[in-house]
């Protein structure tokens, strides 16, 4: 790759360079630099590297000092984030930027750091962490229902407080077959599965073997579950226990 390949190849790179020496002081940046930071320093560049990120990576500064190998590799994939006033105004929310910083050092005198921004990423995660709290508040809430999920092989992969109480222990639940937990044989739980898989949902009534020695009339119903390509990927499956029928 020649000088004017390597500039070009700078000048496209979806991610973030900057080349700074030992006390931060930048020496050379990619444009993508000024669209990261462009509502973050003046015309989205700095003079200092370690100035800039003191306040969200206040270690970089001593990971540098402290660093005596002639060249390797430092830090890889650390993450922070910088806050931002929205383009409304300084008294407007501030908007978060998340980035993962590697930085190498291919000679004595010069580091180079890549920036890779992963706010979509950490947005996504964080939404998935709330949605996975909600949800596991609402099953645990329900205390007339035993919920759990399937896998699309039909293997227990998930279980709620309320199959403890009635059934047995999650430790226990998790990995087995419907069959293995409820009164039915494997060729029913293989009906079961196939039916609902076809139909995409259906519902039954069984008589449920409780641990404390109770019958109970229930209903189950088990859905489909169906990834954002409309494939089958598991089953979700509700017992609704109806009323006591007698001691074992």
Known sequence: MNEEQLLEFLYLAPIALIQFDEDGNVKMANPRIAQLFNRYAPGGYFANFFDF?????????????????????????????????????PSADSEELWLDVTITRPEQSTFI??????????????ERYVAEQKMTQVLESVSKNIIFTMSKDGVIDSWNKTGDTY????????????????????????ELLKTAKAQGAIKEQIMLS????????????????????????????????????HQL
């Open 167 to 190: 059934l047995m222990d999650s430790h226990a639940a998790v990995g087995k077959l419907l069959s293995q937990v409820l009164d039915i044989s494997v060729p029913k739980n293989a």
């Open 53 to 89: 990120l003191e306040d969200v990576l206040p270690e970089l500064r001593e990971k540098i000092k402290a660093y005596d190998s002639p060249s390797g590799q430092l830090m890889e994939n650390s993450r922070f984030c910088i806050n931002a006033p929205t383009e409304s105004g």
């Open 210 to 245: 409780a641990k404390n020695g109770q019958k109970y009339h229930s209903n189950i119903y088990i859905s489909s579950i169906h990834d954002q390509r409309e494939r089958h990927c598991g089953y979700s499956v509700v017992i609704t226990l109806t009323d006591t029928s």
């Open 113 to 126: 750091a890549s920036l890779n921004n992963v706010t979509n990423q950490v947005r996504a995660e964080a």
